[in-house]
């Protein structure tokens, strides 16, 4: 390996107008150049004091590195916070240099401290000394001290890349960086930036104030700004009056690029030009190449933008986005309950082709008729079918407050973002479920035994299903464990248990009846899905199940 990149890097001495990011391994780029900084750059790498692949260590795996300076944002919407989570959502780890700390919510900004610049230099060194990041990133660097003290410790400790956020003014209008670090932006930032990406006022400022109002002047102000040094210019668009797209201009110092995107109507694009310099970052130190790493940046920042388009945090103006596209699921999904097992309702496509109905509906009924929780067993359905149905379910579920679950399918729970997956003895094992699954989606296993209960609590599983406690028509070949068999898988297991097989109003009460505390309900399926109105027979088991509660107590 090391000979590979020595062989790369003794070419690229002599490349006379290098700069795109060559791959070598995954998360491992080198960028040819002819530059000082450049030079310093490949030297180190050859040295190995860059992220490099350790020959014998192939039990460490190193992970791609962004180290961000910038200023903190306690509203956690831009700066430090931003990049962090944009870094986390790509996979990259994120080390943080904090040059100032600001006082900042919705409405806009509040206070401001600078850190002490000799400060900032102790935390560079403390970072770029041991850790090796591949890409450095920056935001607020709210001083000429501390820009100043920013170059010189790049050239001390070399990275792969460097990626400039040029950020002068906060998107509620307070200045975060006076026209004073203008010089020592053009003077020694910029040269050794490998893109920097300034929105129209800051291209403006950084041009000494020429007006920017059309994408001709976007492109005009990307090639004189790389006149200044970077390698590749991103102009940001955002600002432009008139509209209706958002259209950001790349150049490359020998080709322009026009980057497109509707306009997404939301008040959350607070921190939008942190969080698409810090992925362009993250892209980078995976390996990608300058162009690609724009693209998958503005990609990325859409989606979280459209996301997030009507979440509500604060009162201001201009709220955050979500980062990581979780925030309004798990608003909606609320934690596993155990009583949610009460009444179990599994449907089945034949049944319900039989009366006549469609999931949908069978679903809906069953809910109406008081099920706590429901699980789609649809053997017979084609897969693109079975999707469609969990998400139309999943609605219904979601208003009413009911999980749902899948059979079998964890790749139609993962598609449909359904609460979770029920999984037998010979479906997939349940602690690959839950790696897929991830600590939230609820996981229930069928156990027939004391064994593979403890089994499923060892593998991380919510709940066990065990049955058929009396025998059943609607799966064929299944053993009998009859009540005795489900007392003892009780007994041995630490999680919530469902009987399941043959229940119905006529023994419902015989099951909850066996009086042991885990015992949190019954699952059925032809009792509700193999009759006519579905509705009723659900309200006549739900009636059984709360008197056997009332007679235990
Ligand atoms: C609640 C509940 N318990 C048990 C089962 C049976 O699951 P499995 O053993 O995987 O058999 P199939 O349902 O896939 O035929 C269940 N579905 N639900
Ligand atoms: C899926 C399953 N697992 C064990 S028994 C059974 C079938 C339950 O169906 P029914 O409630 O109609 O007996
Ligand atoms: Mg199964």
Not at 159 to 184: C, F, K
Not at 434 to 463: F, H, M, N
Not at 488 to 514: E, W
Request: aromatic fraction near 4%; proline fraction near 5%; include cysteine.
């Amino acid at each position: 390996m090391a000979y590979f990149c020595s062989q790369v890097l003794s070419t690229s001495f002599f490349t006379p107008k290098p700069q795109i990011p060559v791959l070598l391994s995954p998360g491992v780029a080198c960028i040819k150049s002819s530059q000082p900084y450049r030079f310093l750059h490949l030297k180190a790498m050859q040295d190995n004091k860059v992220s490099m692949p350790t020959p014998g260590d192939e039990s460490k795996v190193r992970v791609p590195h962004v180290l961000t300076v910038a200023g903190s944002d306690s509203g956690a919407g831009a700066g430090i916070q931003a990049d962090l989570k944009a870094c986390a959502a790509r996979g990259v780890y994120c080390s943080t240099v904090i040059t100032a700390v600001t006082a900042q919510n919705t409405l806009g900004v509040q206070g401001v401290n600078i850190v002490p610049e000799d400060f900032v230099a102790e935390q560079l060194r403390s970072v770029l000394s041991d850790m090796s990041p591949n890409v450095v990133k920056t935001g607020m660097l709210p001083s000429t001290g501390i820009v100043k003290t920013l170059c010189q410790s790049l050239k001390e400790f070399p990275v792969q890349a460097l990626v400039v956020d040029p950020v002068m003014v906060s998107t509620s209008g307070h200045t975060l960086a006076g026209p004073s670090i203008l010089d020592s932006f053009r003077e020694e930032l910029l040269p050794m930036a490998d893109i920097v990406t300034p929105n129209l006022k800051e291209a403006s400022a950084l041009l000494g104030g020429v007006p920017l109002e059309t994408i001709a002047d976007m492109r005009s102000a990307a090639k004189a700004i790389h006149d200044i040094g970077p390698r590749n210019v991103l102009v940001k668009g955002g600002d432009l009056p008139v509209s209706l797209d958002a259209v950001d201009v790349f150049y490359d110092g020998e080709d322009f690029y026009e980057f497109r995107s509707s306009r997404i109507m939301t008040p959350n694009t607070h921190g939008t030009g942190c969080t698409l310099a810090s992925t362009v970052a993250a892209e980078l130190a995976k390996g990608s190449q300058m162009l690609s790493a724009v693209k998958v940046a503005k990609r990325y920042v859409e989606a979280a933008l459209s996301y997030s388009k009507n979440i509500a945090i604060g009162g201001g103006l201009q709220g955050p986005m979500d980062h990581l596209l979780k925030l309004k699921s798990n608003v909606l999904r609320r934690p596993f309950d155990p009583c949610d097992l009460f009444l179990y309702a599994v449907t089945d496509s034949r049944m319900n082709k039989k009366w006549g109905r469609s999931i949908v509906d069978a679903v809906k009924a069953a809910i109406e008729g008081g099920a706590s929780i429901i699980q789609l067993r649809e053997k017979e359905v084609e897969t693109s079918d079975f999707l469609e149905a969990a998400k139309a379910c999943l609605k219904i579920c979601r208003v009413h407050g009911v999980p749902l679950l899948i059979n079998d399918r964890i790749d139609v729970a993962l598609a449909s973002d359904a609460d979770g997956v029920h999984i037998g003895q010979s479906d997939m094992p349940a602690h690959v479920a839950r790696a897929l699954l991830g600590p939230d989606k609820i996981i229930g296993v069928s156990c027939k035994t004391p064994e593979q209960a403890q089994q499923a609590w060892i593998d991380g599983a919510d709940y066990i299903g065990s049955g058929g406690v009396y025998p059943t028509n609607t799966k064929e070949n299944n053993k009998t464990i009859g009540l005795d068999g489900l007392k003892t898988v009780c007994l041995s297991s630490k999680l919530p248990v469902v009987a399941i097989g043959g229940i119905g109003i006529s023994n419902a009460q015989a099951v909850m009846g066996l009086g042991v505390p885990n015992l949190e309900g019954v699952a059925v399926v032809s009792a509700l899905f193999d009759r006519e109105c579905v509705l009723t027979e659900t309200r006549k088991l739900l009636e059984v199940l709360k008197e056997s509660t009332k007679i235990a107590n």
